[in-house]
């Protein structure tokens, strides 16, 4: 081999190599919906872009109304509750919380502000067989990495009707998150394509996106929905001792 060919193959299997092993980018920190960084909700309507998105099956349309008619006069919601949102609603990142990811080889954790909500994506390891998991309204994630892309696969849910992705217990989603900078400004921007895969409930495919920022001098705060209700519990046995003392 000429050494000029030499030199051209040895450039190409060094290349292939540093490509083979480069290290995967890192999604790791605190994200905000608003663009700004400033935290806040993100300024747009999902529920009504969603909506049109979406072609609902016979099925997924007679379960949504009779939730609706029993909720919507009360305005109750499942958050009124102290019930995490669950996959894929999480991700709207609703009232403006955050969400903060945390970057392993072997796992991705999201942690959602919100009802202190938790997420794991697997990145290594066996995976569980589907016959062995339990229902549950963030299912079981796993992850590979395409290029500079995470993929993740999202099964094992339980059937949800009371958020705006409405979903049957054998729904899959597919996540696509990559960074990316924004064209104007320069910003680093976390970028999800999202597509539910769900022929109980939708007559095909549907994708959406969502794009976070980074949250500015932010960080995580507590969530405890139920405290709350033990603090006006205490409050209301402070009355009831009061007034028995002043029968005595």
């Known amino acids: 081999m000429k050494p000029a060919t030499k030199r051209a193959a040895f450039a190409l299997c060094s ?35 969603f909506n049109a998105l979406s072609s609902f099956t016979a099925e997924a349309k007679t379960k949504i109304a009779e939730y609706r008619a029993l909720v919507d006069e009360a305005g109750d919601t499942p958050g009124g509750w102290c019930v995490p949102i669950g996959m894929p609603g999480a991700l709207l990142l609703g009232g403006g919380y955050p969400m903060e990811f945390i970057q392993r080889p072997e796992q991705l954790t999201i942690l959602f502000e919100a009802h202190a909500e938790v997420r794991r994506i697997y990145l290594a390891g066996p995976k569980v067989s589907p016959v062995d998991l339990l229902p549950s309204r963030d299912g079981y994630s796993t992850g590979h990495w395409d290029g500079d892309t995470l993929v ?52 095909k495919p549907v994708t959406f996106t969502r794009v976070w920022a980074p949250l500015e001098n932010g960080r995580m705060m507590d969530y405890d929905c139920t405290e709350p209700a033990w603090e006006d519990h205490l409050d209301m046995l402070r009355r009831q001792s009061r007034a028995a003392a002043a029968a005595n």
């Not at 400004?185 to 007559?203: C, E, H, I, N, S």
């Open 152 to 203: 993740v696969e999202t099964i094992g849910l339980k059937e949800s009707v009371d958020q705006v992705v409405a979903h049957s217990e054998d729904a899959k989603f597919i996540e696509r998150y990559r960074l990316e900078k924004d064209a104007q400004t320069g910003q680093r921007l976390l970028k999800a394509d999202v597509t539910v895969v769900d022929p109980a409930f939708y007559t």
């Open 15 to 49: 290349l292939f190599v540093a490509g083979a092993f480069a290290a995967p980018p890192d999604f790791s920190g605190i994200w905000t919906a608003s663009r700004d960084g400033k935290g806040g909700p993100a300024r747009e309507n999902f529920a009504a872009d």
